[in-house]
């Protein structure tokens, strides 16, 4: 399985950016997909994960109420709404595709990963 990752860029702090993310196979709408991130000298960290079929989603609280996950698995694809974006969350975010249809933070769960999109906020 392929993942990759796209939409990435450079805003002001208080803009939105949308993620998107495309597997390379249709059995991907069979799995969780997670997105986390690893900014300049931090350890990766969880994002945001949704279920198989997007009945269930799970956030990082630093990032609860402001992104927002979805998939479309007809597309393949997986997407990560991000709104009033901060410098904090600056950041290389990567998708990944569960080993089961959970949506889970632990990034060991996790069999696939994409190569990652920049993500830069400035204030």
């Known amino acids: 399985v392929q993942l990759q990752a796209s939409g990435g860029g450079s805003v002001q702090a208080g803009g939105s950016l949308r993620l998107s993310c495309v597997a390379s196979?249709?059995?991907?709408?069979?799995?969780?997909m997670g997105w986390f991130r690893r900014a300049p000298g931090k350890e990766r960290e969880f994002v945001a994960g949704i279920t198989w079929n997007g009945s269930s989603t799970s956030y990082a609280d630093s990032v609860k109420g402001r992104f927002t996950i979805s998939r479309d698995n007809a597309k393949n694809t997986v997407y990560l709404q991000m709104n009033n974006l901060k410098p904090e969350d600056t950041a290389v975010y990567y998708c990944?595709?569960?080993?089961?249809?959970?949506?889970?933070?632990?990034?060991?769960?996790?069999?696939?990963w994409g190569r990652g999109t920049q993500v830069t906020v400035s204030s």
């Open positions: 990944a595709q569960n080993r089961w249809a959970a949506a889970g933070s632990d990034p060991q769960r996790y069999a696939y």
């Open positions: 196979r249709r059995t991907s709408s069979n799995n969780g």
